[in-house]
């Protein structure tokens, strides 16, 4: 009978004990049953006959009785009981299989993979030692985490995994032995974690459910010579014949020697510099300047020579890819006379096929001379739609007063920098700037110094143009990769004849040259000076005669060849193609995910997002695979895709974007090799074995040595038998005692209020 | 309305032009909507009133004579007749925009560099004419840095070509393996400012004008006329007022081509 009622016979309530599944904070249990008594009492005093006397507390009580006991129900009782269980005690040991475990570090010239093998089954008898304590699975670990039988583990000769993910590693092997009475997980590895996961913290959490976590480290502390290319800042996109420059950031570690880093296209070694050294740092940039030549996606290779004694040389060399385009920058001048500036600058452009001049010119009264392929083009003045001026990439306003343009096609030049992304250059004259009358129209808001009012006259004095330092580093001034050099040469450059007094540059903007002498108020006029509005970029240059660069220097010097071209062309670097294409990594690694991203604007320039954008990425052997792109919604007009090279060469992605009835496409690539960033560094990293030791609450070797860890076991098997217990739960949910007690009392209420004439 | 501007045209056509200009400001446009600004139309109207009527101050322009060694012989030299390049630099500052500078410059072959303050020199004389070598070199570097040179012969005894033939020779010197060649009548040069179908021709002998092509974007970098156009600038009477007038012109156009070539 008692067990009819109660589920399960009297004994097991008396081995067991009662509790919840479901646990409940014990106030929040005391909350609802005082909601249920409350609930019923609240219900009683609503009605039109509240009971009276005794009535009017049995029956609240009766109906939170049956409340109270539906809620202890749902929160599932059981009956628990706890077993012991000395022989289910598990041990996981997990090996690193990456390809930093072949570095040959090891005293007897033995990879650090063939000693962690050692440890397990040799000499260390890892394998041996731990089955006596309980079973042991084996893990190999790498980008992920895999079972691995004795008998594979043996047959593996060269770990090739290209990642070491201890983190995930972890993660995945507490999932697998979820359930099971993990004792103990040992890692044989050499801590080259290369993901930014963190495995201490998942080792914390196999601590906190009992288990310990502990680390055999392989490989040396530190002190092995290696030379590394950490990462290479370089243009994805370059000008043919223009100057790219490149950063090399080193990392050396204890190679004391100077190190030069080489550039070759091909295996035509192309640029070799020394990389600079600082004491106690042990990364330094090397910057590599050269000429782009060739055309399309080019590959460069930067190599560092290997170092003496240095072991690992996969990590001296990195490929990069740089787009070599040759295409035209179209750029639209206005200039209010012929003077000599508007003649040099043509005749620059007219030199270098990148660019293709459009010119409106004012030569007199009723005269314009206008110059573009298009005979109608310009002939009724400066463009009036979006659509027409869209057609340039920048415009140059030299010399050209403000009275000249309408509000609208102020306003059309406001949009063609911020929204287009086009670049706009105002020039020195004496109808520029406030002598132009720009103080009041939004042409001011968008340059990159503040038009202070009337009253600053034209000087039309000689001075030698002073190249501020953020102006020795950029890409408009850069005469050579050297910051020094390039002040020092352009100290030398003839001085200029006359410009407009700018005193205040805006926040954002970059003052590249000042004048040499201070203004009234001590502050320096800004000859050059640049910044980046909206989608586009502005600059103001505020000198009237550049082309005394030309003429008074050697007919061999191109430096004002060279900055006309470098300014342009930075001007036009924001302006946006109605489709654009790119991938976030030129060089990727096979099946390393590629982020494929489609910019797509209407003829009007503005973001599309309605478009239909596919990929179709051709591999070197001719197969084709599609991808489509999809608008990610955060972003206007932006469209992206995953996509992972399945194998190593070059990707040619040619995308095409339905945009109402226009089909626009673009090309991309992309390279792919075998890579790994294993090799980023090559000593062990002691400390985080440590740090994992340490909060998985167990040991760490750093010698590559078993001895510590077994030890630990074998204490710990002491205490095993209160590390196993077995905790086994009955359900009493559907105990029939629960029910009839409901039933009862609620029953009970319902006789008491039909006897009392309440029902 | 809009006006439609060609790159050039002729003195009626503008003069006719500007009479319609003049009548729609006196009242026959009134009917019709005020021209946009930033539109030809707008600017044509806006110069015939109001501040659109000054002239633009802008980047200074000189008109240098270039000092160089005359044969002995030769009566006339390199500084003749400096009133005509008065009388052009007026007509240039009242016909077009350029900022064009009253003051006379003298410049010469020995100093480069003060030379090459003025991208653009005019040379003329009467005889025939031999440059030294350092000077053969300095001309080179000046043309190649981006200067121009106009030469005109001043024709001596109103019959010869002996400049216009030493020029031409002399510029062999300067660049050896890149002859100068006879400009064509639809050259830009001819009518980028005032439409003219050729050469206008004052006295001496009427050969092509010779230019010296860039190799690479064939722009003008020096240019050579025989038929006096500096005489012609300086409107003597016994010549024909009618080329004399064009000789004005032509004398504007080569200043308008160096200016925006």
Request: net charge neutral.
């Amino acid at each position: 009978m008692f067990e009819w009622l109660f589920k399960y016979p009297l004994h097991a309530y008396r081995e067991g004990e009662l509790g919840l599944a479901h646990s409940l904070r014990p106030e929040l249990l005391l909350l609802a049953l005082a909601l249920a008594a409350g609930g019923a009492w609240w219900i009683y005093r609503r009605e039109s006959r509240p009971p009276q006397g005794w009535r009017r507390y049995l029956l609240p009580a009766l109906r939170a009785l049956g409340l109270a006991l539906v809620v202890l129900a749902l929160l599932g009782p059981v009956l628990r009981f706890t077993k012991k269980d000395e022989q289910r005690a598990i041990y996981a040991v997990g090996v690193d299989v990456s390809t930093s475990m072949n570095v040959k570090d090891g005293a007897s010239g033995t990879t650090r993979f063939e000693r962690a093998k050692t440890v397990l089954g040799g000499d260390g008898k890892l394998l041996e030692q731990l089955a006596e304590h309980g079973e042991v699975r084996l893990f190999t670990v790498g980008s992920q985490c895999r079972p691995a039988s004795h008998e594979q583990f043996a047959a593996l000769k060269t770990p090739a995994d290209s990642q070491t993910c201890l983190a995930q590693g972890l993660k995945e092997l507490s999932q697998m032995l979820r359930g099971l009475p993990v004792e103990g997980v040992v890692l044989l590895t050499d801590g080259i974690e290369t993901t930014s996961s963190d495995p201490a913290a998942m080792a914390r959490m196999l601590a906190a459910r009992g288990g310990h976590v502990h680390c055999i480290g392989f490989g040396e502390k530190q002190g092995l010579p290696d030379l590394q290319i950490v990462d290479i800042r370089a243009p994805r996109v370059a000008e043919r014949d223009s100057l790219v420059s490149m950063s090399v950031q080193v990392r050396r570690s204890n190679v004391q020697e100077p190190v030069r880093v080489r550039l070759y296209h091909e295996t035509e070694l192309i640029k070799e510099e020394e990389v600079p050294f600082e004491p106690g740092a042990n990364l330094s940039d090397a910057r590599l300047s050269f000429i782009a030549e060739g055309e399309g996606p080019t590959k460069f290779k930067v190599e560092l020579p290997a170092a003496q004694g240095e072991q690992v040389l996969d990590n001296n060399a990195r490929l990069v890819e740089i787009d070599v385009k040759e295409t035209r920058v179209e750029v639209l001048v206005v200039e209010g006379s012929p003077r000599h500036e508007y003649a040099f600058v043509r005749r620059t452009m007219a030199d270098n096929k990148h660019f293709k001049l459009v010119t409106l010119l004012r030569l007199g009264k009723g005269h314009y001379y206008k110059r573009a392929d298009d005979d109608s083009f310009l002939t009724e003045g400066f463009p009036e739609t979006a659509e027409q001026l869209g057609r340039f990439k920048a415009i140059i306003l030299s010399d050209i007063e403000s009275s000249y343009f309408t509000p609208e096609q102020l306003k059309l030049i406001v949009d063609f920098v911020k929204v287009r992304g086009g670049g706009l250059l105002m020039l020195g004259g004496e109808n520029s700037f406030n002598l132009g009358g720009y103080q009041s129209t939004p042409i001011a808001d968008l340059l990159p110094v503040h038009l202070t009012g009337a009253g600053e006259a034209f000087e039309d004095e000689k001075f030698v143009m002073q190249v501020t330092r953020e102006g020795a580093d950029d890409e408009i001034l850069r005469l050579s990769g050297n910051a020094d050099e390039n002040i020092a040469q352009w100290n030398l450059m003839p001085p200029l004849k006359g410009y407009n007094p700018l005193y205040a540059a805006k926040p954002g903007a970059a003052v590249l040259a000042k004048h040499p002498k201070p203004g009234p108020d001590g502050r320096q006029s800004v000859v050059l000076a640049v910044q980046e509005v909206g989608a586009g970029r502005t600059g103001v240059f505020a000198a009237a005669n550049s082309w005394r660069w030309a003429m008074l220097r050697p007919a061999s010097d191109d430096t004002y060849r060279r900055f006309w071209s470098q300014t342009i062309r930075w001007l036009a670097a924001g302006s946006k193609e109605l489709l654009s294409v790119s991938v976030d990594t030129r060089v990727a690694g096979v099946g390393q995910p590629v982020t494929l991203t489609a910019n797509v604007l209407d003829k009007r320039h503005r973001p599309y997002n309605e478009a239909k954008v596919v990929a179709h990425i051709k591999d070197g052997f001719g197969n084709t695979d599609e991808l489509k792109l999809t608008w990610i919604l955060r972003e206007e007009g932006v469209y992206q895709a995953l996509y992972r090279p399945p194998h190593a060469g070059d990707y040619t992605i040619a995308v095409e974007a339905q945009v109402e009835s226009t089909t626009l496409d673009a090309l991309t690539s992309l390279a792919t090799i075998e890579t790994s960033p294993e090799l980023n560094r090559i000593d062990m990293d002691s400390a985080l074995l440590t740090r994992i030791a340490n909060e998985g609450k167990g040991v760490v070797d750093l010698e590559g040595r078993a001895d510590k860890v077994l030890e630990f076991v074998r204490e710990n098997a002491k205490n095993r038998s209160r590390m196993l217990d077995l905790v086994e739960e009955k359900e009493l949910r559907d105990a029939p005692i629960l029910l009839l007690l409901v039933c009862a009392a609620w029953f009970a209420e319902w006789i008491i209020r039909r006897r009392s004439g309440l029902a | 309305m809009k006006t439609v501007v060609a790159q050039a045209s002729s003195l009626p056509l503008r003069f006719f032009a500007s009479l319609l200009v003049f009548a729609a400001a006196a009242g026959l446009a009134a009917e019709k909507p005020a021209p946009e600004k930033g539109t030809v139309e707008n600017y044509v109207q806006q110069s015939k009133t109001g501040s659109g009527d000054e002239r633009v101050k802008t980047g200074q322009f000189f008109f240098p004579r270039l000092q160089f060694k005359c044969r002995e012989e030769v009566p006339d030299k390199w500084d003749i007749h400096p009133v005509g390049d008065q009388k052009l630099r007026e007509s240039i500052k009242r016909l077009t925009n350029i900022n064009i500078l009253a003051e006379p410059v003298v410049v010469n072959l020995d100093k480069l560099d003060e030379m090459c303050e003025f991208p653009y020199v005019f040379m003329t004389s009467e005889g025939d004419f031999n440059l030294p070598d350092k000077h053969v070199e300095n001309l080179r570097e000046y043309l190649t840095r981006g200067g121009f040179l106009y030469a005109d012969d001043c024709v001596l005894y109103q019959t010869g070509d002996n400049f216009y033939r030493a020029f031409v020779r002399e510029m062999k010197r300067v660049f050896p393996d890149n002859p100068m060649r006879p400009i064509p009548n639809d050259h830009e040069i001819f009518k980028i400012f005032f439409k003219l179908n050729r050469i206008p021709f004052l006295q001496g002998k009427n050969d092509p004008p010779m230019g010296l092509f860039d190799k690479k974007t064939g722009r003008l970098l020096a240019m050579v006329t025989s038929g006096d156009l500096h005489c012609g600038w300086v409107g003597f009477g016994n010549l024909n007022k009618d080329e004399c007038r064009r000789s004005i012109e032509m004398g504007v156009n080569i200043v308008v081509y160096c200016l925006t070539h």
